[in-house]
């Protein structure tokens, strides 16, 4: 009796197992074509590094070199032609700015210089950095100076100068075999993210930086 009752059971689940799936193959039914929703972008960010005080090229030239060569090699107010015969102590001019220059779809970024250069061959306080406009956020992997700038640099808007002027260490002493002082080298180096959604400009700045 028990089995009757149990078999009963399962042919039952069966048959509206088997009603189940015809309904629901039976209905009406309908989808929709799918939709493409494409992203596309042509902003970019591009900027430029000037030392106008350095080697006289200004924002406006389109080939300023690459620092070691001035606009005009007699005018002895630059700062490349006088380092070429420096003294100790002399202040040499050399002022880097950034612009952000990609006028055409282009947009807001934060903005960082890079300084390198060994302390030894400075005066003490040889570099006075414009504290005011740009923010020491660190040292990177190759052990330079990272400073950012306060502000988000717009579209075609130019930074305040990272510093003005650089001063020689008064104490250099001439090579005893050769009689020359010695070479020494400031490097400098750009670099910009953009502004919108970043939340924490130091640190995602110091990663590029590291990065490039």
Do not use: C
Request: proline share 4%; hydrophobic share 40%; no cysteine.
């Amino acid at each position: 009796m028990k089995k009757s009752r149990l078999g009963a059971i399962i042919t039952s689940i069966a048959i509206i197992a088997v009603l189940t799936i015809g309904i629901t193959l039976a209905l009406l039914s309908a989808t929709t074509d799918t939709k493409v929703n494409a992203f596309s972008s042509n902003k970019n960010i591009d900027i430029a590094l000037r030392e106008e005080a350095w080697d006289g090229y200004s924002f406006e030239d389109a080939n300023p070199g690459n620092g070691t060569t001035a606009k005009d090699e007699n005018d002895m107010t630059l700062g490349v032609n006088q380092a070429k015969n420096y003294m100790p102590g002399q202040t040499i001019p050399k002022n880097p700015q950034v612009k952000n220059t990609k006028e055409d779809n282009g947009v807001d970024a934060y903005v960082a210089i890079k300084v390198q250069y060994d302390k030894s061959f400075l005066a003490e306080d040889g570099i006075s950095f414009n504290n005011n406009a740009w923010t020491l956020i660190g040292t990177a992997a190759d052990g330079s100076q990272v400073y950012l700038y306060h502000a988000v640099l717009g579209v075609g808007n130019t930074t305040e100068a990272l510093f003005d002027a650089v001063t020689v260490n008064p104490d250099l002493v001439p090579d005893e075999t050769t009689g020359l002082l010695p070479d020494f080298s400031i490097r400098v180096q750009a670099y910009a993210i953009q502004s919108a959604g970043v939340d924490n400009p130091e640190s995602t700045m110091m990663e590029f930086v590291n990065a490039n």
